[in-house]
């Protein structure tokens, strides 16, 4: 896959390349990982700590080839041996989701509850893992050609309306990061940020499912949004939006309007 661009683009055929999907081993990511493989890629699900939960995504996906590989976007060193195994195995990375995240519920007029050490943890989990990630993995993806990365984001990063302070400032400096990687890792590699509203997980501790549904029903489409529904909207940003990079992509089913 690796070489110049075409001058006709076309859609993003996802036969024979190599996805590496962050923060893989569940939720949006472990999604995202099952609708890439069904659609031809070779998918790498990329996890932290939950080596089981990643063996158990990838016995799962659709074809062979894939496996599961430690990579904690807050160690270093795990990502660059992360690099170095994609590199002997494939020589090369086509697409990359950065998935991985953290936030906490903290009211957000509830100024002292949301200490420094917490809004630290969000920060480096939400905005310097993903640029960690592509730090370790740029020559890799330079080397496609063709690359694209996908980081899922927030509709926090421009409401201002989240888990807490800190959560919705990490999506809007995520959202900066798309754009900044975009304009400089051009032509070889576009960046997307897709971003859901609240997501049918469990990923914000303390939330029950009745408030995402809540939240659902007010919204124009009025649909409680699943992992799959976001996985979705990647696969489709990955494969046809061929021109777009350093943009958002909003999958809220309306929420922010």
């Not at 055929?13 to 590496?20: N, P």
């Not at 496996?67 to 990375?93: F, N, P, S």
């Not at 370790?136 to 990063?157: C, Q």
Request: contains cysteine; charged residues 20%.
């Amino acid at each position: 896959m690796s070489g110049p661009r075409p001058g006709a683009l076309g859609l993003y055929d996802l036969t024979g390349r190599v996805a590496l999907v962050v923060g893989g081993s569940s939720g949006i990511g472990a999604a995202t990982a099952r609708r890439l493989a069904a659609h031809g890629a070779t998918v790498i699900v990329g996890y932290r700590s939950g080596k089981d939960r990643a063996e158990e995504v990838v016995s799962g996906l659709a074809g062979d080839g894939h496996h599961a590989l430690q990579a904690d976007v807050l160690g270093g060193d795990t990502l660059t041996r992360a690099a170095e195994w994609i590199a002997a195995r494939h020589g090369r990375l086509d697409v990359l989701v950065n998935s991985a995240g953290t936030t906490v519920r903290v009211a957000h007029d509830d100024l002292d509850a949301l200490d420094d050490a917490t809004f630290d943890q969000i920060l480096a989990a939400n905005v310097r893992g993903p640029f960690a990630t592509v730090r370790a993995l740029r020559a890799l993806l330079e080397r496609s050609g063709d690359a694209v990365v996908v980081n899922v984001s927030s509709i926090s990063a421009f409401t201002g309306s989240g888990s807490n302070v800190a959560y919705c400032a990490s999506k809007a400096g995520l959202d900066s990061l798309t754009r900044s990687l975009g304009r400089a890792l051009g032509p070889a590699v576009r960046f997307l940020s897709v971003s859901p509203a609240a997501v049918d997980t469990d990923f914000v501790p303390g939330r029950s499912r009745d408030a995402v549904r809540a939240q659902a029903a007010s919204t124009p489409l009025q649909i409680m949004v699943d992992p799959d529904d976001v996985a979705v909207s990647i696969l489709g940003a990955v494969t046809h939006l061929r021109l777009t990079t350093g943009a958002v992509v909003i999958a809220d089913g309306g929420r922010f309007l």
